[in-house]
DNA sequence: GAGCACTGC
């Protein structure tokens, strides 16, 4: 190797003083760099302060060096900036490093899940919003945050909202009405009352007034928000000051049509080639609700365009939704050939997540699939609703980053002023059960009366307060019950997997449960295009079992197992890296969603070990295996009906098997399902992984299933509870069993027993139930 | 024999 050459040395050190003379000169172009003295001036003087930030403000980078510079970090003490998405967080803190001079993780560092670069000399620390909040589990007054900026707070994830409530009370505690350090006492609320009086008010949420205590220093809050939705943030704190930075941004001319579109994707289409005909040079960016819209306006494009004229065939299609696989997503940075107009086919994707260079022109049909969830169903849909008209605005941004753009809405602009002014927050359309399982793990017991920046509907929370109750995770007073309930909260996942891993411990099968719930937590792991269906259903049907989905997935995890010890004894890792790739690529498999599975696996056997769960395998017994199964998701059980359809035993919702289940034909009497999903307001239904029913039993764990006539109970009767809707539970043996019912009906209540699937019947009436058989 | 936007711990 030839020796480094003293001149090669000082021309880098010239380029590094030339870089940061750049950096310098960028930094003071900013819009915010001149209102510096002034930002630092209003967080000294208000505890919450709004700030509106247009695009290209520079907000995100430099308030926390304005703020750093000022010594809000004295005393050791930290800056915490929450993003919404792990890539902001990574990108800006990288930046942000650089801008300092300083090596990534020392000063200037960001955390996110799997990968943390903070230390204890980090002073500015860029994070998402759900690690903060895990952080309060751990720290409920955030003791070491002098400043905690909530960026992005307009897009109203889940964890923004639940994290603003959390530190508006945190705020509180740490100034006035300061915490005995037992953590954040909320006020206590009786299960029974919460579930039985519907004249609760939302005074309970007040917290205990404590003796001032001084270990707290105050802290400083910044909500940073786009425009349309800062006063709502104001008000919440309290008419909080909010200021104004401007933006960076090129103009963006709107055409809207003149009449209303019948078919969306047809007039898509045409603006595509009306810009393209007609228009300067400059990608066009068209935002659609789906892959199968987006394969659909591909090929009717590549339909088209073989009619056009030689020197205008020069079009280059670009997918991208998150589903595909990244090398075919990278596709779309990739600068198009010269002479060549680049296309880029979207979802959602590109509205926040993905900066894509060189967009002039965004085509806006006005329409996303939205995720909604109705708590009386237990049912989520994904349906396609018009978009809200901040969505709008952020779409038309798209095309103004480089230069001056043109939007075309392809709607009248009297529906513009129809749309809703944002998109409904996520958490008025989810399943609570995590977030209220966080909730009274940071100390909240008064869910109800909890100060949400906007409240979830009441049935939204007592279905999930049930549901909590029903895993066991609270206790009769609604209390977070311990041990169980503790555990559940300490484990990053949807409460019915955290169940799950803490029973598969007593069922010995809980390695093979932790590979379970990775795979169910993560993204499908089986990669199907529509143009090689046949060939990846050959190549996934080698792992298919007979037993079910869950079983099936657990051979995939097991074969890419096998694959990885045995390559990686032979070549290195970034080799493996290659091969592996080259293997999931061979079998249909989306290395993206497995290898995100594979850390969450590593992840949760960590936690589960440090809570002296007994990490054992049940080997090839997977009776056992689905035992454990039938007794963790019987709130997801449906038993199948005369006609073939399946009736899930919570909600007694008809439902159908998806095609994509390895149980698809099999059609077996019991199941129980991942999730409930209805599409596209249709009659439809999707019960992912399956697990078939037992058909063999075992004398001493006889579980089964429970199921009423008119759908008031369920559960699985495994030896152990019987869970019964409407008023819950009961220890039992086989013999004897005291099942309380609240409402003192009879209930006819039918037993399928594992042995042979026979039913055995039982009356459920009052406090007792009578064998029948 | 159908189809699932996007994040996050």
Not at 260 to 286: K, M, N, R, W
């Amino acid at each position: 190797m030839p020796a480094v050459h003293r001149g090669n040395f000082s021309n880098r050190q010239t380029q590094f003083s030339a870089r940061r003379q750049k950096i310098m000169q960028q930094r003071k172009s900013l819009p915010i760099a001149s209102v510096e003295k002034r930002l630092v001036e209003e967080v000294r003087k208000n505890d919450v302060l709004i700030i509106v930030g247009e695009t290209g403000s520079g907000k995100t980078t430099q308030i926390p060096q304005f703020l750093f510079d000022a010594g809000f970090c004295r005393d050791g003490r930290v800056i915490g900036i929450t993003q919404p998405r792990r890539v902001a967080a990574v990108t800006v803190a990288k930046r942000v490093a650089e801008e300092c001079g300083v090596e990534l993780g020392q000063k200037v560092g960001y955390s996110v899940r799997f990968d943390d670069t903070t230390c204890g000399s980090t002073r500015i620390k860029y994070m998402t919003d759900g690690l903060l909040l895990r952080e309060a589990l751990l720290d409920p007054y955030l003791s070491k945050y002098s400043v905690i900026i909530v960026d992005e707070a307009h897009e109203r994830t889940v964890h923004t909202d639940v994290l603003m409530g959390l530190l508006k009370k945190v705020q509180l505690a740490r100034s006035s009405s300061v915490g005995d350090g037992q953590g954040l006492n909320f006020g206590k609320k009786n299960l029974k009352k919460v579930m039985m009086s519907e004249k609760e008010n939302d005074q309970s949420g007040r917290f205990h007034k404590m003796p001032r205590h001084e270990k707290y220093a105050p802290l400083k809050l910044i909500i940073m928000s786009a425009s349309l939705d800062a006063r709502a943030f104001s008000e919440y704190f309290g008419g909080a000051k909010a200021v104004h930075i401007q933006g960076r941004q090129f103009p963006v001319d709107i055409f809207y049509t003149r009449i209303a579109e019948t078919d969306y994707l047809d007039a898509s289409l045409i603006t595509i080639f009306q810009i393209h005909l007609e228009e300067g040079p400059g990608d066009i960016l068209v935002f659609l609700t789906g892959q199968e819209e987006i394969e659909s306006v591909e090929r009717l494009i590549n339909e088209k365009l073989p009619q056009l004229p030689q020197e205008n065939k020069k079009l280059l299609i670009v997918p991208i939704f998150a589903a595909l696989p990244s090398e075919q997503q990278m596709r779309v940075f990739a600068p198009a050939p010269s002479g060549f107009r680049k296309v880029i086919l979207a979802t959602n994707i590109a509205e926040t997540s993905v900066t894509i260079p060189g967009i002039k022109y965004v085509i806006d049909p006005g329409f996303v699939k939205a995720r909604s969830y109705d708590p009386g169903k237990g049912m989520e849909s994904l349906i396609i609703v018009p978009t809200s008209k901040s969505q709008a605005l952020q779409r038309s941004g798209r095309a103004g980053r480089e230069g001056p753009g043109k939007c075309f809405r392809l709607y009248p602009e009297k529906e513009f002023e129809k749309l809703e002014d944002s998109t409904m927050p996520e958490i008025m359309r989810c399943n609570l059960s995590n977030v209220i399982l966080q909730l009274k793990a940071l100390g909240v017991d008064d869910i109800l009366g909890f100060d949400f920046i906007e409240k979830p509907s009441r049935a939204a929370i007592i279905k999930s307060l049930e549901e909590l109750f029903l895993l066991g995770a609270l206790t009769d007073e609604c209390l977070l019950s311990d041990p169980v309930g503790h555990q559940m909260a300490r484990l990053p996942l949807d409460p019915i997997y955290s169940k799950a891993l803490i029973l598969a411990s007593e069922f010995n099968c809980l390695e093979e449960m932790l590979i379970t719930v990775a795979l169910l937590s993560v993204e499908s792991i089986f990669y199907s295009p529509r143009d090689k269906l046949e060939e990846a259903r050959t190549a996934t049907k080698c792992f298919s079992s007979p037993e079910g989905d869950h079983i099936t997935l657990i051979n995939v995890y097991r074969a890419s197992n096998d694959f990885l010890e045995k390559r990686s004894m032979e070549m290195g890792i970034a080799k493996t890296e290659k091969v592996f790739r080259k293997w999931c690529k061979d079998n249909y498999i989306n290395s993206r969603s497995l290898r995100h599975a594979r850390d969450i696996h590593k992840q949760i056997k960590g936690h589960v070990e440090q809570m002296g769960l007994n990490l054992s395998s049940c080997g090839d017994d997977m009776l056992q295996f689905r035992r454990c199964l039938a007794a963790s998701f019987f709130l997801n059980a449906a038993v199948k009906q005369p006609e073939g359809t399946y009736r899930a035993l919570a909600s007694g919702q008809v439902v159908q098997i998806h095609p994509s289940s390895v149980l698809f034909r099999k059609k077996p009497e019991c199941v129980i399902f991942n999730e409930l999903v209805q599409t596209n307001n249709k009659i439809k239904f999707v019960v992912v992984p399956l697990n078939r029913w037992p058909d063999t039993g075992n004398d001493n764990a006889p579980n089964a299933m429970l199921a009423s006539e008119n759908n008031n109970g369920w559960g699985v009767y495994d030896g152990f509870s019987i869970a019964l809707r409407n008023k819950l539970e009961t220890s039992c043996s086989p013999e004897k069993m005291n099942v309380a019912v609240g409402d003192g009906r009879r209930h006819q209540v039918t037993v399928f027993s594992l042995d042979n699937e026979k039913e055995i019947g039982w009356t459920l009436e009052n406090d007792n139930m009578a064998n029948n058989a």
